[in-house]
């Protein structure tokens, strides 16, 4: 059973992973007081294995929070979904890549280790930063984008799948040796209205490859009347999402990607409704929408 609360610190003894959310926001930061419960940070979300090892998944705003207070010296292994600035736009401001002595793994689920740190050199340089000689000196970058799975902390991988958005995407899964754990798809565009057999093949396969998974982190970008004119755009509705979640016996789905413009209270709204959808199908499913400070046990 995966318990949700909003206390920090470290994993009950006995846990599998221990995750917590820092940034739930889609595109573009969006602070204010209508966001103020569900956050304004872009995506950013910690996961710790069972023996605390430290596995995060993409560097959107909310990485900045998570940077100042991590323990000295540990190594950081970072995983990339893609690199849309609102997941990557929280590096610069990442309080590790300033420490001497501190490893930082990146791992980018499309692209290779060349043009992983050709980002990093992008984003950490002039004109975009100011000049820091050997910043980057402790950075380890990983080709991820078709490779085997990423072994973090003891007996656990990272795996990667194809997510359907424009420049392509990864869905990450984290597992340990008793399997799944969590399943993290921010950006993904599940496309329940089409019917082209890829789209269904390719939807098929994501369901078989989640199945079980205990939680599943995904995009929620859309309400499903914003569909019809996002066709392509490479996101979900919240709806589609609760679908998707069913379809994968997932244990709890934690609606992710939050559109910029939604309210606190329409977030509410749209949490009620997809529960509305769980009742009506008979499922078991636990539905949430992550918000800032978000923490899970499993
Ligand atoms: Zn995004
Ligand atoms: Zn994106």
Redesign the pocket.
């Known amino acids: 059973m995966t318990v949700v609360s909003s206390r920090g610190g470290p994993a009950p003894r006995g846990a599998r992973f221990r995750i917590r959310c820092w940034g739930a926001r ?2 573009v930061p969006s602070p204010g007081q209508h966001t103020v419960r569900y956050g304004g940070n ?2 950013c979300v910690e996961v710790r294995t069972h023996d605390d090892t430290l596995v995060v998944l993409d560097a ?1 705003t909310g990485l900045r929070g998570l940077g100042k207070q991590l323990e000295a010296g540990a190594p950081v292994d970072l995983f990339l979904t ?1 690199r ?1 600035s ?2 990557v736009i929280g590096l610069p401001h990442f309080a590790p890549l300033f420490e001497r002595d501190r490893i930082v793994r990146v791992s980018c689920g499309n692209a290779d280790a060349l043009t992983t740190r050709a980002l990093l050199e992008l984003l950490l340089a002039p004109p975009l930063f100011p000049p820091l000689p050997a910043v980057l000196d402790q950075v380890r970058v990983n080709g991820f984008e078709h490779g085997a799975p990423v072994d973090v902390g003891d007996g656990c991988t990272v795996h990667r799948f194809p997510a359907r958005h424009p420049g392509g995407a990864a869905i990450f899964r984290v597992d340990d040796a008793r399997g799944a754990g969590v399943a993290y798809a ?2 993904n565009e599940l496309d329940y209205a089409s019917s082209d057999a890829d789209v269904i093949a390719w939807r098929r396969g994501l369901t078989l490859a989640l199945h079980g998974v205990p939680v599943l982190v995904h995009d929620a970008m859309y309400v499903d009347a914003e569909l019809a004119s996002h066709r392509g755009w490479g ?1 979900s509705s919240a709806l589609e999402a609760t679908r998707f979640a069913i379809e994968c016996v997932a244990g709890l789905l934690v609606l992710f ?1 939050h559109h910029p413009d939604r309210t606190d209270d329409a977030m509410d709204t749209i949490v009620q409704e997809c529960r509305e959808l769980v009742a009506l199908s008979g499922s078991s499913l636990r539905v949430i929408a992550a918000w800032e400070g978000l923490t899970l046990t499993v």
């Open positions: 889609g595109t872009t995506s959107g893609h849309h609102d997941h921010p950006d996101h990607h």
